[in-house]
């Protein structure tokens, strides 16, 4: 039987809807080589044009219309000139991550050779882990609130939420994902020395889901000197799992030590598949470069890589990476590199090699 998936492609904003098209291409060589069928929906909403046209970002059976989706290839959100940022953010992006329990965010974090890194003397194949971050608990709430509001008692509280449930998934996503690696490696990021509830509690989960995991190493780090190692010792690391807001901040520093963010890819995932999940470039819209055919497109093309391994094409994956890796050695490559290519010279020539 042939294989086939059903993608909702949502370009969204800005120069979404020039690295998409080289997304696509990608994932058509390598639908044509792998001999994979993809069902593409096309989609203009979720996008600031829409809300200009609407008042709103998406139509109100937009979760309906999504929901027999294999996946979600999404390329940027947010116009700020038009739509304020956290108008554009929460009436698409959030939806997506809250409604379809994309519970885990994850972002490979890779050094190319003919990338020149911010770290001094790394060399490409030193820096190859993987970000797991919790994406729906934790410590970004809206529990708490001020009280003695405007006196010099004022105190204001906000709550971390932890459940069981929400922890042990995301630290048996990171086991699974640590075991299937050569390395077998896990790091924990905790604070279990300042945050004296939650996080030793954290550690105290991680030790009990390791138990079904005997052959992973584990070490678990504090976020402090965690962070600083990202910066001094990259090849340490393997997989690393951390709470919503550790985690959030990793998967920022992780990629900034790897070069330019037009190469950072990220999933948002619903492993049990009872949702769609979410593949998009970590850049934003960039409004200050839209329009001239100049923006990165390896980030959007490295995430429709995440998106097939997801839906069980690695070999197609590893053909888009190595594609990927093969463009940036030898070029073409885009102006963030360097370069003077345009996104559509540098995508059709990692497309030409899959
Ligand atoms: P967010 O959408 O997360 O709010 P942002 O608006 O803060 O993101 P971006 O839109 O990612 O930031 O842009 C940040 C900077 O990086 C800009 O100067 C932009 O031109 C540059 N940039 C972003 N993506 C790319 C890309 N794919 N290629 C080249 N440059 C990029
Ligand atoms: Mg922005």
């Not at 600031?48 to 989706?69: E, F, N, V």
């Not at 820096?127 to 009280?147: A, K, W």
């Not at 492993?271 to 409004?287: D, K, Q, Y």
Request: net charge negative.
């Amino acid at each position: 039987m042939s294989r086939s998936y059903k993608i909702a492609v949502i370009p969204g904003d800005g120069i979404g809807k020039e690295v998409m098209p080289e997304g696509l291409r990608a994932l058509q060589a390598a639908s044509q080589r792998f001999g994979f069928q993809l069902e593409l929906e096309h989609i203009e909403w979720a996008s600031c044009d829409y809300y200009a046209a609407h008042g709103q970002m998406m139509p109100d059976d937009w979760k309906a219309r999504l929901s027999d989706k294999d996946a979600i290839l999404f390329g940027a959100v947010g116009w700020p000139a038009t739509v304020p940022d956290h108008v554009s953010l929460w009436g698409s992006l959030l939806k997506f991550r809250r409604e379809f329990d994309q519970y885990i965010n994850l972002r490979p974090v890779r050094l190319f050779e003919g990338v020149p890194c911010p770290l001094a003397g790394r060399k490409p194949g030193e820096i190859d882990y993987l970000v797991v971050r919790e994406n729906t608990e934790g410590e970004y709430t809206n529990l708490g609130g001020v009280m003695f509001a405007g006196t010099e008692r004022e105190i204001v509280i906000q709550e971390s939420v932890f459940s069981r449930h929400g922890t042990d998934r995301v630290l048996r996503y990171a086991f699974e994902r640590a075991q299937s690696r050569p390395r077998k490696q896990l790091t924990v990021a905790t604070k279990s020395n300042g945050i004296a509830i939650s996080m030793p509690w954290w550690d105290g989960r991680a030790d009990a889901v390791g138990q079904d995991f005997p052959g992973v190493r584990v070490d678990k780090q504090h976020i402090d000197i965690l962070s600083a190692r990202f910066v001094l010792q990259p090849e340490r690391f393997d997989v690393v799992v951390a709470s919503n807001l550790f985690g959030d901040i990793l998967s920022d520093l992780g990629p900034a030590t790897t070069g330019t963010i037009g190469l950072a890819p990220s999933a948002n995932l619903n492993p049990e598949r009872r949702f769609p999940s979410l593949f998009e470039p970590v850049h934003g819209s960039a409004p200050d470069i839209y329009g001239q055919n100049i923006a990165n497109p390896v980030a959007m093309i490295w995430s429709a890589a995440l998106m097939l391994d997801f839906l069980g094409e690695r070999a197609a994956h590893d053909a888009m990476l190595g594609a990927i890796e093969t463009v940036l050695a030898q070029g073409p490559r885009t102006r963030d590199l360097g370069g003077r290519a345009s996104t559509t010279e540098m995508g059709t020539a990692v497309a030409t090699l899959i």
